[in-house]
């Protein structure tokens, strides 16, 4: 059985989560706390980050690198085109929504929303940054419906779970949504979303976990 760790708030945990609940695989969740330095959970993820997997083969961290696992290892339902050019569009908007947009809000994500504060120079750095990469982001996503085109794919588990988070810190930190202010609709993406299964399954776990 494969166990999932982490915390029902992390936005890469319900990425992994909801791909896992997306192929239908039996799984548990095993809460650990963010940035624990016990030895157990550092020997399955060195930065204490989560979330890391274990299965019968051992122990897997990096979110996306746990996806990429799923799909090879469990090929049906497939999240990703079987087209090496489609796979590979599949992943240029991962890279670019976790990397150029997710990474950098998430310098807001003390204030935005644990109650830190952010200092003036660095919202100014993150705003400078989003407003740049946010309409290269809007150059490369589809949302036809799905954010890489016509089916469901890793890419939407990616956007669905890091574009609220990104919205949500602009807007509680900056003032302003900086994705729904670049034509970003993510909240209607992310309705559309919360309509599977999986997706419903991921929102109510992590209310009941006391978040939004
Ligand atoms: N690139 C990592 C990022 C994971 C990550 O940043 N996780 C956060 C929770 S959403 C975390 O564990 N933070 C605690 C820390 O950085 O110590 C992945 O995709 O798994």
């Not at 204490?48 to 290892?73: A, F, H």
Request: hydrophobic share 45%; charged share 25%.
């Amino acid at each position: 059985m494969i166990s999932l760790h982490g915390f029902t708030f992390s936005n890469y945990y319900n990425k992994v989560k909801l791909v896992l609940l997306e192929k239908g695989l039996p799984f548990e969740e095993v809460a650990v706390k963010p940035g624990s330095r016990e030895e157990a959970v550092l020997a399955a993820s060195p930065l204490g980050k989560v979330p890391y997997i274990r299965d019968d083969r051992g122990t897997l961290c990096e979110s996306q690198v746990i996806c990429e696992y799923l799909e090879s290892r469990y090929p049906q339902p497939a999240l990703m085109p079987a087209d090496p050019y489609a796979a590979a569009k599949v992943r240029e908007l991962i890279t670019f929504i976790e990397l150029h947009l997710e990474l950098v809000a998430r310098r807001l994500y003390p204030q935005a929303y644990f109650g830190g504060e952010v200092s003036a120079e660095v919202q100014a750095k993150v705003r400078h940054q989003l407003e740049r990469s946010i309409p290269a982001f809007r150059r490369l996503a589809r949302f036809a419906p799905y954010v890489a085109g016509e089916g469901f794919t890793l890419a939407d588990c990616s956007a669905w779970t890091c574009l609220p988070a990104v919205g949500t810190a602009t807007q509680n930190v900056l003032g302003t949504d900086l994705l729904l202010a670049a034509g970003v609709d993510w909240k209607a993406y992310a309705a559309l979303i919360g309509e599977r299964p999986a997706a419903a399954r991921v929102a109510a776990d992590r209310r009941a976990g006391g978040r939004p």
